[in-house]
């Protein structure tokens, strides 16, 4: 029998430096799948029609990344629950032409922390603190709520975004709003059980991201979605006086696996050897 053949790839402005085409192709390749994954740039203004000459080139499914997480949304003609929370598609699955949205994120988030934790660890053991409110955050805010963290402090620069949040969030009473000024006061730190940076701060490239972590207890895991350089300074300034850290290349890697499972049936495993390409 002669597989079909499916094609897959992933949209957004820019997409040159993306990892997920070596992450499909290999597991296309080590799963002995019929199909190919490739990078489509496209900007704004092409959006709508780059997605219809996909449809027309016969895609069964493809990524979305920045900045189209959002406006691609319309284009759908079904949103499964978790992407209507989040409030962005990230993959789509393509059926008879018709376009169904959801949002892996979510999966990939809480699924590196748990592959990446100490045996200690556990969300519901205190509050977490999410540094950002955008569309990153947004997957890791429903992540920790589905997780069990009882209590979600949210710094962001701009307050009105992280209000913003709160009105797709499937439990809004866990959450607490603080100003950008407070993420590092005592008052802020000394329950926090897990902190997180979703924003693009200390990213190669980006402006450094400024978090003073003297009052944070040394138990509480520090996580960086960043994951390029893999070891942030804000990782590296945890693991130097002693907090669990876990990187962010795995968010990559677990929010790739449910994307691949609808468009080729096969849930695929994160090994060693591509964790290494995808370091490489
Ligand atoms: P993504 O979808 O990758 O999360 P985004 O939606 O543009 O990207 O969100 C970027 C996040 O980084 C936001 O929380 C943003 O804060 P604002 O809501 O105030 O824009 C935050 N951010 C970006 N630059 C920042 C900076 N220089 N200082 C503090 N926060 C910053």
Redesign the pocket.
Known sequence: MTAHFIKTGLIGHPVSHSKSPLIHNYWIQKYGLSGTYTAIDLSCENLEAGIANLVAEGFGGFNVT?PH?VDVMSFCHTLDPLAKIVG?VNTVVVQNGKLHGTNTDVYGFVENIKENTPPHFSFSGGAALV????????AVVQGLIEAGAPEILIA???RA??DLLLSTISQPEKIKIID?SERQSQKTLANINFLVN????GMSG??P?EMDLTHLPLSALVHDIVYAPLLTALLQNAKNRGNPIATGIGMLLHQARPAFHRWYGVMPEVDRKLTDMVLA
């Open positions: 920045v997480k962005a540094l950002g409110a955008g569309g990153a955050a947004r962001n620069r701009t975004n992280a950008w979703t924003t693009a701060l980006k402006a991201l």
